[in-house]
């Protein structure tokens, strides 16, 4: 059986698509969080199988973050970001309540909010830090923004 001159191309152009699908993404490092300029409110961490993309509109809207969370390698809904902690540069805490967020295998999306006094939380803030564990294969994600300007 003859192969048509094309098929070589063919595979080449699949085995290519399938690399490309399936590379994993460095991981981010726990240690040194991502910061932003001030004024922007997405952040975005990328590795461990799943990428974390996080948007704050600041202060005046309190501590509450839309989460949307991607993959095509795990399934996502017996995530829970309840363990999420927000912290400022004072070394203050608030930790947060159930994720407000539907069930969706590999893509879920909904709004992370904490309990507390955030206008005092935000007073004289310098950067604050939502740090989200046992996302993906990363222990920790840290993601900073600006708040003073």
Do not use: Y
């Amino acid at each position: 059986m003859k192969l048509p001159r094309t098929m070589p191309i063919l595979i080449a152009a699949i085995a290519l698509a399938v690399a490309a699908c399936s590379s994993q993404t460095p991981a981010a490092s726990g240690s040194s969080p991502a910061t932003n300029e001030v004024g922007e409110v997405t952040q975005t961490s990328e590795g461990g199988q799943v990428t974390v993309e996080v948007d704050w509109v600041g202060p005046s809207e309190g501590a509450s973050f839309h989460v949307k969370l991607d993959t095509h390698a795990i399934d996502l809904d017996p995530l829970d970001l309840a363990d999420a902690i927000l912290r400022n540069d004072r070394g203050e805490t608030m930790t947060a309540r159930p994720w407000a967020a539907p069930k969706g295998g590999h893509h879920r999306e909904g709004f992370l909010s904490f309990e507390g006094d955030s206008s005092a939380f935000f007073a004289d803030t310098d950067w604050i830090e939502l740090v989200l564990a046992g996302v993906g294969d990363l222990p920790q994600r840290t993601l900073r923004w600006e708040v003073g300007a």
